[in-house]
């Protein structure tokens, strides 16, 4: 009954190290997506995924990539951390078209 | 586009009392709403959702929504909160044809106390 695993939990950068954040489904989702959430912003989209091996830019692309390689799999990457990419981040998955999303436990990410 | 105004940021409320919680929408397509609740240190987690039919939606925990298409809203209700229900709430919204990305509202963070 995993659903969506997200990991780390937790990390510290410095700036300008590199990283890569792990989501996995065990649900057969077409769709993911990496969010980021912020103290009075809500959460905004960073990538999307609608199926292996697309992805595509939300809101907050830069300074992000993405892979989806697998269907299961949607793996977020920082190649030179900054201190404004400290905040938590949340991977989500979909189903159909009705679907609700089914959120990880989120990322917290602090880089001094 | 679609967008979300959550109005209130913070809601506090005695245990027992009722709450509103509101959330406004702008889309001149029309939509699917959602409501989640996130807890202490936990992802989201879906409250309910409205699709089609019935305005009154109800979902998880004693809340219940309902859908006003004239006055673009969908606010969230419970009758009578407990201690637990302190989370914060995310109002969404999503095209409902084709892929649509789910856009958020900021959140009303609800404090329960005794």
């Known amino acids: 009954n995993a659903g969506v695993t997200q990991t780390p939990k937790f990390r510290v950068l410095k700036t300008g190290q590199s990283m890569t954040l792990l989501c996995a489904q065990d649900m057969n989702h077409e769709y993911m997506y990496w969010y980021r959430q912020d103290p009075g912003m809500g959460l905004r989209l960073i990538h999307y995924?609608?199926?292996?091996?697309?992805?595509a830019k939300g809101e907050v692309p830069d300074g992000y990539n993405v892979s989806r390689l697998k269907k299961q799999n949607f793996l977020l990457g920082l190649e030179s951390a900054a201190p404004s990419q400290t905040s938590v981040y949340f991977c989500?998955?979909?189903?159909?078209?009705?679907?609700?999303?089914?959120f990880g436990e989120g990322s917290r990410l602090t880089v001094l | 586009a679609q967008s979300v105004t959550q109005l209130d940021s913070q809601v506090p409320v005695f245990e027992e009392a009722p709450v509103e919680l509101r959330c406004n929408y702008s889309s001149s397509v029309s939509v699917y709403l959602f409501w989640y609740v996130q807890y202490p240190n936990q992802g989201l987690q879906l409250l309910l959702k409205?699709?089609?039919?019935?305005?009154l939606v109800k979902g998880i925990n004693g809340f219940e929504a309902e859908f006003n298409k004239s006055q673009t809203s969908f606010h969230l209700r419970k009758p009578s909160v407990h201690i637990s229900d302190t989370a914060e709430y995310f109002c969404a919204v999503r095209r409902n044809t084709g892929f649509q990305k789910l856009v958020f509202g900021t959140g009303t963070r609800l404090l329960v106390s005794p």
């Open positions: 409205y699709l089609s039919g019935s305005t």
């Open positions: 995924s609608v199926g292996e091996g697309t992805t």
């Open positions: 989500a998955s979909r189903g159909g078209n009705t679907g609700e999303l089914f």
